[in-house]
Nanobody, 118 residues
Framework: QVKLVESGGGLVQAGGSLTLSCAAS????????MGWVRQAPGKEREFVAH???????RYADSVKGRFGISMDNAKNTAYLQMNSLKPEDTAVYYC????????????WGQGTQVTVSS
């Protein structure tokens, strides 16, 4: 079993930056691919970014060029650097993980709130 714990959410003004962290613990973390999914009020969950244990990355078009995902394998921690934040980025951000190269995510964090004021 793998446990994911997010931190770093908060309130920021439009145009500002935030960095989210996600610490993984448990079995198989060394080959864990991780990502971020967000859910805004009244909307469906939306893919944000993903990084494999080989450091391959993928982003949603809505955040490409503004967000950066990275992973510190020594600390079993993934980061989401969010720049040029917009009010429409307001959502609960969930850290997710999986062992397989593709398919649904096996593990979910508890979520952290990000609020961008205009």
């Amino acid at each position: 079993q793998v446990k994911l714990v997010e931190s770093g959410g908060g309130l920021v003004q439009a145009g500002g930056s935030l960095t989210l962290s996600c610490a993984a613990s448990g079995r198989t973390v060394s080959r864990l691919s991780m990502g971020w999914v967000r859910q805004a009020p009244g909307k469906e969950r939306e893919f944000v970014a993903h990084i494999t244990w080989r450091d391959n990355t993928r982003y949603a078009d809505s955040v490409k060029g503004r967000f950066g995902i990275s992973m510190d394998n020594a600390k079993n921690t993934a980061y989401l650097q969010m720049n040029s934040l917009k009010p429409e980025d307001t959502a609960v951000y969930y850290c997710v993980g999986r062992v397989a190269d593709s398919g649904p995510y096996d593990y979910w964090g508890q979520g952290t709130q990000v609020t961008v004021s205009s």
